[in-house]
Nanobody, 117 residues
Framework: QVQLVESGGGLVQPGGSLRLSCAAS????????MGWYRQAPGNKRELVAS???????NYADSVKGRFTISRDNAKNTVYLQMNSLKPEDTAVYYC???????????WGQGTQVTVSS
């Protein structure tokens, strides 16, 4: 059974940092490109960062230089280090596979990130 479990969200002041984690099960994790997505109220879900099976990373322009995606294949876990957080980063963050076809696995519950003073 495929399962994606996100954690690490919370309330943080502007300029602060958070580290999100996503534990995956039911897939051959090391063979899959993974992505972090976010959805703010009233907005569509968007991809913010991705990492290939070989470790190549890509970022949305809005988070480039502030967010870092990484993976630990031994732990079947993908991480998102978020620094210099801004109020516009407020959203529910999800992880999932990242394929050019747009294929995704069933979504997890996500983790809420709120950036506010």
């Amino acid at each position: 059974q495929v399962q994606l479990v996100e954690s690490g969200g919370g309330l943080v002041q502007p300029g602060g940092s958070l580290r999100l984690s996503c534990a995956a099960s039911g897939i051959i994790f090391r063979l899959n490109a993974m992505g972090w997505y976010r959805q703010a109220p009233g907005n569509k879900r968007e991809l913010v960062a991705s990492i290939s099976s070989a470790g190549r990373t890509n970022y949305a322009d809005s988070v480039k230089g502030r967010f870092t995606i990484s993976r630990d294949n031994a732990k079947n876990t993908v991480y998102l280090q978020m620094n210099s957080l801004k109020p516009e980063d407020t959203a529910v963050y999800y992880c999932n596979v990242k394929y050019d076809s747009g294929f995704t696995l069933p979504w997890g519950q996500g983790t809420q990130v709120t950036v506010s003073s």
